[in-house]
């Protein structure tokens, strides 16, 4: 007889009852329920141990499965089919095998993995991508995207491009979220109108270095100005004359850069070459004149009157002296404040009421100009000025005297009359001693900041009627200049008022503002 109960465990049951009844024959029952006789003595031994519950089907897995696949790597493709639910084991081998992954299964094996872990459902609903859709003109939340994309690094800023971006943003963006919602490939396309391979791009973008590459600005890979022949082609025509090229010009136009860049078999228009030379840093730029001089011992007169005013004591004075001038008393051009329309007009031929040439020393530890007018320069007006210092600062033990190498300067007369002060003067008013400037070097003088910022400020743009009424201006400009450092003590430098427009400072920069000659 076969099992005739309902079910196993009933069969199980009766046959453990017929078995431990008084006489009873095991192998007849065996051969009754047609089971074998090592079954039978199995189930009754089950049945002694563990009484009924000995009797329920017992799990027929092994103990041991040595070629199982390693539960990192089920964890591993159970990350990756979470990430991409429409994925099946192809994808999935490859995705680890791109990612190093080591012993990676055959795509067999991760669908078994799979269907395992119940993974192998139907296609996602798209409902929910659809939704999202219908959201993007109002406010999304993090709750409104897939869960496999909760916790990005960049999730604020792809919620940011569904709000806020540009029509190619929103679809980049979009194609992430669609991957991530499990659509597949083909509906997701057909809904945001992509090709198969801008959303794929789009999502490998994504994947691989987030957010800013993905909304990156796509740069062709085919631009002529990136190629490096066309560079090397073009910057070698660069760095030589036009007349290398046949072309009677001393600087290069775009026109003839052109012609030259088609002889040479690069050919570029005008467009190509100001992006590459503009790329390059290339700028067209006017030469600039610069002040110099060929004075061999400019650096050591530079030095000594360096050390001169580090080492200057207070019965001491060290004075910067020229002349400005001579400048013709007329109506003079500047700049000034117009209303609307109105234009200033000085007209270039005019009869002048006179000429002035001041000759002025300032002393550069109290900041006072001394200055008186002259006929003409020459080096009875350097004496002039000599005298008129000493009898001005005869407290003193010693003057230096700083000025440029001007013929009248450095002439004979002037150093002798010198040496006849200093011999007879003794001890009844200061020694002299000169720190001549290195030649065609006037712009270290630092009495040419003054006469800049006097000439801004009462000469450029004056009209005065006559030598007395542009001397009068003169004589009040230096008289309230040195009352205010009176006042206000201050070694030369700096601003002086705000009117010198560069410091009075000695040093090695340009003193003199080229702008008031």
Same mark, same amino acid.
């Given at each position: 007889m076969s099992w005739k109960s309902n079910t196993l465990l009933e069969a199980r049951s009766e046959f453990v009852q017929l078995a431990l009844a008084p006489n009873?024959?095991?192998?007849?029952?065996?051969?009754?329920?047609?089971?074998?006789?090592?079954?039978? *003595?199995?189930?009754?031994?089950? *049945?002694?141990?563990?009484?009924?519950?000995?009797?329920?089907?017992?799990?027929?897995?092994?103990?041991?499965?040595?070629?199982?696949?390693?539960?990192?790597?089920?964890?591993?493709?159970?990350?990756?089919?979470?990430?991409?639910?429409?994925?099946?084991?192809?994808?999935? !081998?490859?995705?680890?095998?791109?990612?190093?992954?080591?012993?990676?299964?055959?795509?067999?094996?991760?669908? !078994?993995?799979?269907?395992?872990?119940?993974?192998?459902?139907?296609?996602?609903?798209?409902?929910?991508?659809?939704?999202?859709?219908?959201?993007?003109?109002?406010?999304?939340?993090?709750?409104?995207?897939? !869960?496999?994309?909760?916790?990005?690094?960049?999730?604020?800023?792809?919620?940011?491009?569904?709000?806020?971006?540009?029509?190619?943003?929103?679809?980049?963006?979009?194609?992430?979220?669609?991957?991530?919602?499990?659509?597949?490939?083909?509906?997701?396309?057909?809904?945001?109108?992509?090709?198969?391979?801008? *959303?794929?791009?789009?999502?490998?973008?994504?994947?691989?270095?987030?957010?800013?590459?993905?909304?990156?600005?796509?740069?062709?890979?085919?631009?002529?100005?990136?190629?490096?022949?066309?560079?090397?082609?073009?910057?070698?025509?660069?760095?030589?004359?036009?007349?290398?090229?046949?072309?009677?010009?001393?600087?290069?136009?775009?026109?003839?850069?052109?012609?030259?860049?088609?002889? !040479?078999?690069?050919?570029?228009?005008?467009?190509?070459?100001?992006?590459?030379?503009?790329?390059?840093? *290339?700028?067209?730029?006017?030469?600039?004149?610069?002040?110099?001089?060929?004075d061999p011992e400019f650096s050591h007169k530079l030095e000594r009157i360096s050390s001169i005013l580090a080492d200057l004591k207070a019965e001491e004075a060290f004075f910067s002296i020229d002349e400005f001038g001579p400048f013709a008393v007329k109506a003079q051009p500047g700049r000034m404040l117009v209303s609307p329309g109105e234009q200033h007009f000085v007209a270039q031929w005019q009869q002048s009421k006179g000429s002035i040439i001041v000759t002025a020393a300032i002393e550069l530890s109290s900041n006072q100009v001394t200055h008186f007018y002259s006929l003409r320069k020459n080096t009875d007006e350097m004496i002039r000025m000599l005298e008129t210092l000493v009898a001005a600062y005869r407290d003193r033990t010693k003057l230096y005297l700083s000025w440029d190498a001007a013929s009248w300067h450095v002439s004979k007369k002037l150093f002798e009359r010198i040496d006849t002060h200093n011999a007879s003067i003794g001890s009844n008013g200061p020694q002299i001693d000169t720190a001549p400037l290195p030649a065609r070097a006037q712009f270290l003088n630092v009495i040419e900041s003054i006469f800049s910022g006097m000439a801004r400020a009462i000469i450029h743009n004056s009209n005065y009627g006559s030598v007395g009424e542009a001397k009068a201006a003169i004589d009040r400009y230096f008289f309230e200049r040195n009352a205010h450092f009176k006042n206000n003590p201050r070694r030369a430098g700096g601003k002086l008022w705000g009117k010198e427009r560069l410091p009075a400072e000695f040093s090695s920069n340009n003193c003199k503002d080229p702008r008031f000659g």
């Open positions: 009873a024959n095991i192998q007849s029952l065996c051969r009754n329920f047609n089971i074998s006789r090592q079954t039978g *003595y199995r189930t009754l031994e089950r *049945y002694r141990i563990a009484g009924a519950r000995g009797l329920e089907s017992q799990s027929r897995r092994p103990h041991h499965t040595p070629h199982r696949c390693p539960r990192p790597i089920e964890a591993a493709v159970l990350t990756v089919r979470a990430d991409h639910p429409t994925w099946g084991g192809r994808k999935i !081998a490859f995705h680890l095998r791109s990612m190093g992954c080591a012993g990676v299964p055959a795509a067999s094996t991760i669908t !078994a993995i799979l269907a395992r872990h119940n993974q192998l459902g139907g296609s996602p609903d798209p409902g929910g991508f659809l939704g999202l859709l219908g959201q993007l003109h109002n406010s999304l939340s993090e709750q409104d995207l897939p !869960a496999s994309l909760e916790g990005h690094p960049d999730l604020k800023i792809l919620l940011e491009k569904l709000e806020n971006g540009r029509p190619v943003e929103r679809r980049r963006a979009l194609s992430v979220v669609a991957s991530h919602s499990g659509l597949r490939t083909s509906v997701a396309c057909r809904v945001l109108k992509l090709s198969r391979s801008s *959303y794929a791009r789009s999502v490998r973008l994504f994947q691989e270095s987030g957010a800013e590459r993905l909304f990156a600005p796509r740069i062709s890979p085919h631009r002529k100005f990136d190629t490096v022949q066309v560079k090397q082609a073009l910057f070698s025509i660069l760095h030589q004359p036009p007349a290398n090229f046949g072309i009677n010009r001393t600087t290069w136009k775009m026109a003839d850069l052109v012609r030259a860049m088609h002889e !040479a078999g690069q050919p570029a228009c005008e467009d190509v070459i100001r992006a590459i030379v503009k790329g390059a840093g *290339y700028r067209w730029r006017k030469a600039r004149i610069v002040l110099t001089s060929n």
